[in-house]
């Protein structure tokens, strides 16, 4: 069973940048796929950003040139680092993973992390 924790969220005014951690309880290297998905209120959840061990990527529209994910194996950890942030990116932001190659299709989730960007 993987679990996912994220961490980082707060709340950051316009411009600003914050980064998101997820830890994940098993090794990282037996998941094919691992992304950062967020759902504001009212709408429902998407994609941000997520790729696999093949090296596909997807992102949204929305965070390509401002969100970046990366991942240190060594501490089984997967990052995104959101800079410009808008007041439309506040979310709540999940991390996910599974053990297909794609990142649309999540097997694991972590609780969320609120993220609140103001005007």
């Known amino acids: 069973q993987v679990q996912l924790v994220e961490s980082g969220g707060g709340l950051v005014q316009a411009g600003g940048s914050l980064r998101l951690s997820c830890d994940a309880y098993?090794?990282?290297?037996?998941?094919?796929?691992m992304g950062w998905y967020r759902q504001a209120p009212w709408k429902q959840r998407e994609l941000v950003a997520g790729?696999?061990?093949?090296?596909?990527?997807n992102s949204a529209d929305s965070v390509q040139g401002r969100f970046t994910i990366s991942r240190d194996n060594a501490k089984n950890a997967r990052y995104l680092q959101m800079n410009s942030l808008k007041p439309e990116d506040t979310a709540v932001y999940y991390c996910?993973?599974?053990?297909?190659?794609?990142?649309?299709?999540?097997?694991?989730w972590g609780k969320g992390s609120l993220v609140t960007v103001s005007s």
């Open positions: 996910a993973a599974s053990y297909s190659y794609d990142v649309f299709v999540m097997d694991y």
């Open positions: 098993e090794n990282i290297r037996r998941l094919n796929a």
């Open positions: 790729n696999t061990v093949s090296g596909a990527t």
